[in-house]
């Protein structure tokens, strides 16, 4: 019986969104779901094999690189058409080619090129999947929207994560990468079994959508600038942890033992796990404050949980429970930032340049791997550890936030 009441209310709750927001939140998390193991195992999976942190690096950074070409020819597509389908379908056909090169790789060559067709991907995906939030809400409020999407997304990635790690570790080595391929299957299927729908809802939001966004426009274009630079800080931040952190673990600190893979995995679930809790609850708070409120608080968040792991270094048993405080204030850091960017930078944006506003944004994400994880790689190969990474980031985040505070206190 309580089961029962449970799954009511649970479906009660679900069925309180409009039907177009509820597809588009399904395929974000099929999207995380396969991309979630590929985001944070691979550079483990590799560096097992023997490729360098020099060369894994290098694979991100290439990948960030071809990503900025095709957000921009996305964006632009965005802003003429206004559709998203055949980007989203496009985007899966290059993640499964991807994972089908990553699957085959034994060398640095054919991980590259595995690399490449994941940055395309990324670069066609995220501005098509971000442009049909607003639009798809109706009359929920945008902020509230994008929460419901990113605790879905921070679903999917935790599950990607956990499972892919404990089939990497105990059934096959690359099976991240076949689960990839199964998700976007799923997601090519909902996509054109509702691509009349998905039209329709589009055509009827978007002249009134527009007309609203257009009284915000000149209060946030004169912001602009110090708002792209926290953006783009963050996403340095999120990149570093991501691709950085892991191999920081697995090599050992100043006086940090090296931790295992085994290890590494579940402190990395530990920090999806939390994020997967407080996504909603902080979105749904952070919806309710001051729209540049988010970006202050996750500023503020990413510098102390970068300043812990920078202290971190030098302890041994200590550290553990420095890096595990330091990865609750990146989950709440990130179920700030998420939610509160695309807004922010959706309204920012002039009526016929939405798409390529959100594809502006995706290269915020994607110049975070331009030179961190590249430049972070050579750190460790060169001194062992990334206790300077730390303290740079901590020192970046917590200066913008003073600017942004000061500048724009209201």
């Given at each position: 019986m309580i089961i029962q009441n449970s799954f009511q209310i649970s479906k009660s709750w679900w069925n309180q969104f409009p039907y177009s927001l509820r597809l588009i939140t399904k395929i974000r998390f099929f999207a995380a779901f396969g991309a979630g193991g590929v985001i944070?195992?691979?550079?483990?999976?590799?560096?097992?094999?023997?490729?360098?942190?020099?060369?894994?690096?290098?694979?991100?950074?290439?990948?960030?690189?071809?990503?900025?070409?095709?957000?921009?020819?996305?964006?632009?597509y965005l802003n003429k058409t206004g559709k998203i389908q055949l980007p989203l379908i496009t985007s899966s056909i290059l993640s499964i080619s991807?994972?089908?090169?990553?699957?085959?790789?034994?060398?640095?060559f054919l991980y590259i090129i595995g690399q490449s067709f994941v940055g395309a991907a990324a670069g066609i995906y995220w501005p098509a999947a971000e442009f049909g939030i607003p639009y798809f809400c109706h009359p929920i409020d945008t902020r509230k929207a994008y929460s419901l999407v990113r605790s879905w997304e921070a679903l999917g990635i935790f599950l990607g994560v956990f499972l892919g790690g404990f089939m990497t570790n105990f059934l096959y080595s690359k099976s991240i990468f076949i689960n990839d391929i199964f998700c976007m299957f799923i997601i090519t299927y909902l996509i054109s079994k509702n691509n009349f729908s998905i039209t329709r809802t589009l055509e009827n939001f978007q002249e009134k959508l527009v007309e609203q966004i257009n009284n915000f426009q000149s209060k946030w274009n004169k912001n602009s600038a110090i708002i792209i630079l926290s953006v783009l800080l963050i996403t340095t931040s999120l990149a570093l942890i991501q691709v950085t952190l892991p191999l920081d673990l697995v090599k050992g600190g100043i006086y940090r033992n090296a931790l295992s893979e085994e290890i590494t995995s579940l402190i990395i679930s530990i920090q999806l796990i939390l994020l997967l809790f407080l996504q909603w609850p902080i979105g749904s708070w952070i919806s309710k404050k001051g729209r540049l409120f988010g970006l202050k608080f996750s500023l503020i968040n990413f510098s102390f949980a970068s300043f812990l792991l920078f202290i971190s270094s030098y302890f041994n048993i200590l550290s553990f429970y420095l890096i595990f405080f330091a990865l609750i204030l990146v989950s709440l850091g990130t179920a700030s930032f998420l939610p509160t960017s695309t807004d922010v930078v959706f309204r920012i944006a002039p009526s016929n340049k939405?798409?390529?506003?959100?594809?502006?944004?995706?290269?915020?994400?994607?110049?975070?791997?331009?030179?961190?994880?590249?430049?972070?790689?050579?750190?460790?190969?060169?001194?062992?550890?990334?206790?300077?990474?730390?303290?740079?980031?901590?020192?970046?985040?917590?200066?913008?936030?003073?600017?942004?505070?000061?500048?724009?206190?209201?």
């Open positions: 944070y195992l691979t550079s483990l999976i590799f560096n097992n094999i023997g490729l360098s942190a020099t060369d894994i690096g290098l694979g991100f950074t290439i990948s960030a690189i071809i990503g900025t070409l095709t957000r921009f020819f996305t964006g632009n991807a994972s089908l090169f990553f699957i085959f790789s034994r060398d640095t939405k798409g390529f506003a959100l594809a502006l944004l995706s290269q915020c994400f994607a110049m975070g791997y331009f030179f961190g994880p590249f430049v972070s790689g050579r750190i460790l190969d060169l001194f062992g550890d990334a206790s300077i990474i730390w303290l740079s980031i901590s020192c970046c985040c917590f200066i913008v936030f003073a600017i942004l505070f000061r500048r724009f206190f209201n």
